[in-house]
């Protein structure tokens, strides 16, 4: 039998549908009253899915098939990208690596911070929170960091505090341009790891359960806005893509950095 391509603006609408039966099978009537729809509207989506093979019709009711509950979870990060998209747009506007927008669903419920007059270092005031006292972390860094940050870096390496962080080439001398003394300091310290890597695509922080992606002026290296999540998820997107980049960056050479002219 020939199968005809869905709608997908019509999924979209049916997707509650879908939603309602994945986890029992439930017969018309009840979906009418979930779902506040027609008795006719009942009729045609669940005739409609059936025929898409995203619903099934069992004695005691409806049921989402396999097929439908992946067409479900579709929707439903379409949906959160959507809003995270809007929501997150001063982020966003510094941001547009394919590696964060693909899954900005993920930081549909983050906290947004951005840089105002009033208060210019709000983006970076969740890094001080959490870079203060931590278990693990572990930083994509593509801006030099704000003086305040580093000078937690430097108390870090001067307690022995374990920390790792994955820099640019223009990151790393442009912190040691803003202060040579600070970065020998963090860089020749035994307990942080520093790495180097030409080809990061944005500042991201993983300290312990938090998630910090942070978007700088490409000019200046301001800092304009930043989002902060404990979600699960965004933390495992965050933990695979830190160590796909550290798996092709080189360790940091101090002695090479500190001959440097």
């Known amino acids: ?71 479900a979870d579709a929707v439903s990060r379409f949906e959160r990208s959507v809003a995270a998209a809007g929501r997150l747009e001063p982020l966003l506007a510094q941001i547009s690596a394919p590696e964060f927008t693909r899954h ?15 208060n210019p270092n709000a983006p970076i005031e969740p890094w001080l929170e959490h870079f203060a006292s931590f278990e693990h972390s572990r930083s994509l860094v593509v801006a030099g960091c704000p003086p305040k940050v580093t ?63 942070g978007g700088f002026d490409d000019e200046t290296s301001l800092p304009i806005a930043s989002v902060t999540t404990d979600d699960p998820e965004a933390r495992k997107w965050a933990v695979d893509l830190y160590r796909r980049y550290k798996r092709n960056a080189d360790r940091l050479n101090v002695t090479q950095m500190s001959t440097k002219k």
Not at 4 to 20: G, V
Not at 104 to 118: E, I, K, N, R, Y
Not at 161 to 172: G, R
């Open 151 to 213: 000078e937690q870096g430097i108390e870090h390496a001067r307690n022995d505090v374990d920390f790792e962080a994955i820099c640019t080439p223009l990151a790393l001398e442009a912190d040691r341009n803003a202060s040579k003394n600070a970065f020998d300091t963090i860089a020749s310290a035994e307990a942080p790891a520093l790495y180097t890597h030409p080809g990061l695509p944005f500042t991201m922080g993983i300290i312990d359960d938090v998630v910090i992606v």
């Open 104 to 118: 900005v669903h993920l930081f549909a419920d983050a906290d947004l911070h951005v840089a105002t007059p009033q």
């Open 1 to 71: 039998m020939a199968h005809h391509e869905p709608d997908t603006h019509q999924l979209l609408d049916q997707a509650p549908l879908l939603d309602a039966t994945r986890d029992g099978p439930l017969d018309r009537s009840t979906l009418q009253d979930e779902l506040n729809i027609s008795r006719a509207t009942a009729y045609r989506w669940t005739s409609s899915l059936t025929d898409e093979s995203l619903l099934e019709q069992t004695p005691t009711g409806y049921r989402t098939t396999g097929a439908g509950c992946a067409v």
